[in-house]
Every structure is written in C-alpha cells, then in structure tokens.
C-alpha cells in the first residue's frame, strides 16, 4: 500500500514539473516574440524604419511594466487564494492577449496589448517554482526547478522558428494557441500541501507590505532582485540591440536580433542544465552563482570586443552570453527559498517580474551613457556595474539548498 501511495506521489510530482515546464515553455515564447518579431511587425503597421529602435524601445518597456505590475497581482493572489489559481488566471490572460496581438494596427493597441500580455505572463514563473520547490524533497528540488528552466528556455528557441516560417501575425497566434492547449493539460495539477497546511490557519497571507514592514526582510527581497539584473541586460540589450551592435562593431552582413535570441536561449538552456547539475553537486546555491557571473561577465567581453563580427562569430558569441547568463534556474529558486510559506508566492512570482521590469531603467541608463561613449563602452560599463552589484547582493544572502521550506514569516 506504501509503495502504490509512493508511486502516485512520484506520478504525480513528474505531472506537476511537466505542467510547470511547458507552461514555462509558453511564458518565454510570448516573452521573447516581440523581440524577434520587432521589426517586420512594427514596419508592417507603419513605423518609419528610423523609428523602429525607438518604438520598439517603448513597447518593450510596457511589457517589462506590465510584468512589475503583474508580479505584485498574481504574487499576492497565490498566497491569499492558492498557486493553482494563478496557473489558469495568468494563462488564460496572456493567451487571449496573444489572439488580440496579432490584429494590432498601430503603435498604440501594439502599446496596450503588450502591456496586458505582460501582466498574464508574471505569474507564470513564480506560481511554477512555488509549487514544484514545496512539493519535492528538499535536496531534490534543485532538479525541478532546473528542468523547468531548461525546458522553458526552449521558448525562445520554438519562437524564432515560428517567426522565421510563420508572418509576424502567426507568430502571435501560435502564442495563444499553445497557452489554451496548456490551460486545458492544467486541469490535473494539484495544490501544495504547505500552502493548505497555512491555508487553515489564521496566519496572514500574500501581504506584500510585510516585505517593507521590516528591515532585514525588505533588505533580503531586493538582494534577490539584484541577483539577477545582469542576466537580463544580455537578453535584453546585447542579443536584442544586436542589430544596431553589430554596426558599432563594423559588422558587414548586418546581425539578426532573432538569431541571436535563438542561439542564446539555447545558451542559456545548456547553462541553465549545468548551473543547476552545479548547484546540486556543490550544494551551493551561491556559489554557482558567483561562477555564472564570472563566465557572463566575460561572454560579454569578448562580445563588445568583436571588432568586424560576422554572423557566424555573432551565433557562437550568443551561445556563449546565453551560457553565461544560463544561471536563471538558481537565482528563481532561491526566492523560494528566502521566504516563509505565507509570502512564498508573492516573493517567488515579483523577484523574476521584477528582475524583467529592471530592464526600464537599464534601458533608459545605456541610453544616456550611449550619447556620449556609444554602444559599445556603454555596454562595457553596464556590464560591469550589474556585475558587480549582483556578486554583492548574493554575498549577503545565506545559503538555502538544505533549507527546509515549512515556516511561515
């Protein structure tokens, strides 16, 4: 009887790191497919080719807005009413939102359904991790929320592909129709059992003003967020400015800001394998950390570097960045295990978003310093100065990979 009631947890743990997998899976397609799409999309509405860094800037930024907001909505909505919830809500969002996407006719409805898109996608990511790290045994965990990174990452990947075979208006309703035929595979996931266990009690949930009511945890929530900034500045500014990088550095045949997420995902996929197999394999979460940080620090070196890139150099040069930047597994599985139950979802599902929503700022930092050093000392300089405060912020975390999950804040 032990062994048939094992058996069906096991089952049923493999159903859940599935589901959250694929679910990634979509979340980074959606995420990614204005990247690649930018340009055909934009020119096909009518946005002067001059035009189409700016715009396309802008919209980015909406989305990256809509990911914030959206992180503290489904965050605080997986404490206060459960994870599941947040798997079908965020879902079912962001697959309409794709529908609409690819009917857009001007900057504007391109502006506002990007923005609700981000708000579904934010609580993709979180709700995922959130179940698999408080339902899987606590030196196993790692493996779970590594082989749904690995296996979202893809994403990006299956993304391009269907840009490059599909017009830019399919590429979005692929988007929608891969998120229903997820929302339908949902309907046998199950809740966490700590979350029920904390469910019962009169203990206060999803109250994201708890994070700021005291010092050391308000401190500990924003080494999270740091963590990760400069994972974000590879994808979002070397691999989807590539393009105009490859004219700072006298590209000949001009670089394809699709390719080069392609191949990067597929970096980070590979990183995302390693620095998880690491991490469990050093029991560290840090230090892995630390590792990735170096080898992304000098990907990017050798990127800005690259005087005269061709688009062969420019695809190996992007394995190499996503490999660097392939530490994302890690630093959304520490969160988890930062936090108490009761704030473990709204913890979990802003620190990604707002990692993301930091790409506003970064964007609008590598603007200013672009006007006066241009592309390529600004990105040398960005680099450097999200480096350096992410190996701060993860020096001052403690380490988590034998923590036990069941306490309450």
Not at 25 to 49: E, H, N, Q, T
Not at 347 to 373: D, G, W
Request: glycine content about 10%; charged content about 10%.
């Amino acid at each position: 009887m032990t062994d048939t009631v094992s058996a069906k947890a096991t089952r049923n743990i493999v159903f859940l790191v599935i589901v959250a997998s694929l679910g990634y899976f979509v979340d980074i397609y959606d995420l990614l497919v204005f990247s690649i799409v930018r340009m055909p999309s934009l020119l096909a509405i009518g946005v002067k080719p001059a035009e189409v860094k700016a715009v396309g800037v802008t919209i980015i930024n909406w989305q990256m807005f809509g990911l914030l907001i959206g992180g503290l909505i489904w965050g605080i909505i997986g404490d206060k009413l459960g994870r599941i919830r947040v798997l079908f809500g965020s879902i079912l969002l962001y697959s309409i939102a794709n529908f609409v996407n690819g009917r857009v006719t001007s900057v504007e409805e391109y502006t506002i359904v990007r923005f609700i898109a981000g708000i579904g996608l934010a609580g993709e990511l979180g709700a995922g991790i959130t179940l698999v790290t408080e339902t899987m045994k606590t030196t196993q965990r790692g493996y779970g929320t590594m082989i749904i990174s690995v296996i979202g990452l893809l994403g990006a990947a299956a993304a391009n592909l269907v840009a490059k075979s599909l017009d830019w208006h399919w590429a979005y309703y692929v988007g929608g129709i891969l998120g229903i035929f997820l929302l339908l595979l949902r309907l046998g996931t199950f809740e966490s059992g700590l979350y029920k266990d904390v469910e019962k009690s009169e203990i206060s949930r999803g109250n994201f003003l708890m994070l700021f009511t005291s010092f050391k945890r308000f401190i500990k929530y924003l080494y999270c967020i740091l963590v990760g900034s400069a994972n974000w500045f590879v994808v979002g500014i070397l691999i989807t400015l590539s393009p105009e990088f490859g004219k700072a550095l006298g590209a000949k045949i001009p670089l394809s800001a699709g390719d080069g997420v392609f191949y990067c995902y597929i970096g980070i996929a590979l990183g995302g394998l390693c620095s998880g197999l690491f991490s469990q394999i050093t029991r560290s979460r840090r230090l892995t950390v630390v590792v990735w940080l170096v080898i992304s620090a000098i990907s990017a070196v050798c990127y800005l570097r690259t005087t005269g890139i061709t688009p062969t150099q420019f695809t190996w040069l992007s394995l190499f960045l996503g490999f660097g930047a392939g530490y994302w597994p890690i630093f959304v599985t520490i969160p988890a295990e930062q936090f108490g139950t009761n704030i473990r979802a709204t913890v979990t599902t802003t620190v990604p978003n707002f990692i993301r929503a930091s790409l506003i700022p970064i964007n609008a930092a590598f603007a200013a310093l672009s006007v006066n050093h241009g592309m390529i000392t600004s990105g040398y300089i960005m680099m450097g100065i999200l480096t350096i405060i992410a190996l701060f912020s993860v020096s001052q975390l403690k380490e988590s990979f034998h923590k036990d999950l069941d306490y309450v804040e």
